[in-house]
């Protein structure tokens, strides 16, 4: 299957400093990225999807200043989590929907990031 | 937006058991619906998906059936082995036919 990659993933920050996560297609053009966060033993709530070379779509109760997405091409996209604070504290995942495949719903996911705030 | 409920929450089974997980959806524009297996701290990975346009599908010991008139799909394991223990999620698109809406997950636990 495609390849996604997700760095770094695991990463300890003071709080209120801000973290920029990557998420790159590596043998594939992602027009679409998703990202997620998990918390432990929860299921994966979506944040935000995110277009190439337009403003991510964030869902409801998602603070787009504190989240902020840019996907600046077709093989990456970046979440910065800005003036962080414990209760970021969590696992966020991104996943890529592949542009040329027949079965373009299929979600490939990164590694995942362990963000802890401390 | 698309709510997908999952049931059960946990399941403990013996070697060689089947396990059943059930999951419903509410849009029923849905079309697409996969199952995610992640282990811990690892990233999901699907293991079977099913569309709407058919009923099952099976990839050796796993199948996936689909009701699309009561909106609701299964993951059917059989003889389990300890190495299916893992978070097995259902999905399914969103409105927009963009995202992946997450059931809230089933831990398994296979005991040899």
């Known amino acids: 299957g495609a390849v996604v990659s997700q760095h770094p993933s695991w990463v300890i920050c003071k709080s209120g400093t801000s973290v920029k996560i990557e998420c790159r297609s590596l043998d594939f053009q992602a027009t679409t990225m998703f990202w997620y966060r998990q918390f432990p033993k929860q299921s994966l709530m979506l944040m935000a999807t995110s277009n190439e070379g337009s403003k991510a779509t964030y869902e409801q109760g998602v603070e787009k200043d504190k989240f902020l997405i840019n996907h600046a091409s077709l093989t990456l996209s970046t979440l910065t989590v800005t003036s962080a604070h414990p209760e970021d504290s969590s696992f966020y995942i991104c996943?890529?929907?592949?542009?040329?495949?027949?079965?373009?719903?299929?979600?490939?996911f990164g590694q995942g990031t362990r963000l802890t705030v401390v | 937006g698309e709510n997908v409920e999952q049931h059960p929450s946990t399941l403990s089974v013996q070697e060689g058991d089947s396990a059943v997980i059930k999951c419903t959806y509410s849009d029923s524009a849905s079309n697409y619906f996969p199952w995610y297996k992640q282990e811990l701290g690892k990233r999901p990975q699907l293991i079977i998906d099913i569309r709407s346009n058919v009923g099952e599908k099976k990839d050796q010991r796993i199948a996936v059936t689909l009701n699309k008139t009561a909106k609701h799909f299964s993951l059917h394991i059989t003889e389990t082995q300890p190495e299916d223990s893992a978070v097995y999620f259902c999905a399914a698109l969103n409105q927009a036919g963009t995202a992946l809406i997450f059931g809230k997950g089933t831990t398994l636990s296979v005991s040899s």
């Open positions: 996943s890529a929907r592949a542009l040329i495949r027949v079965s373009s719903t299929e979600a490939f």
